[in-house]
């Protein structure tokens, strides 16, 4: 429900992978379980990141985590 207080505008996969990555998934697992390429993943992190207000240096993890 945080996540989606916090969403600014997220799609379905993108809250999917914030999910995931939450559940401290790896980029590995992620693309087996969503069965996507790794550029999309990276575009769906980014996406995210954007959305976010997030730098690219800041962790999706750590914030995520303190949701």
């Not at 505008?9 to 790794?38: F, H, P, W």
């Not at 730098?55 to 995520?64: A, E, I, N």
Request: proline share 0%; with cysteine; charged share 20%.
């Amino acid at each position: 429900k945080n996540l989606i207080n916090l969403n600014g505008g997220l799609t379905y996969n993108e809250v999917k992978v914030c999910m995931l990555i939450r559940m401290a998934y790896s980029n590995k697992q992620i693309l087996k379980l969503m069965n996507i390429s790794d550029s999309t993943l990276f575009n769906l992190r980014s996406g995210i990141r954007k959305k976010l207000n997030l730098d690219r240096d800041q962790s999706l993890f750590t914030l995520l985590s303190k949701l």
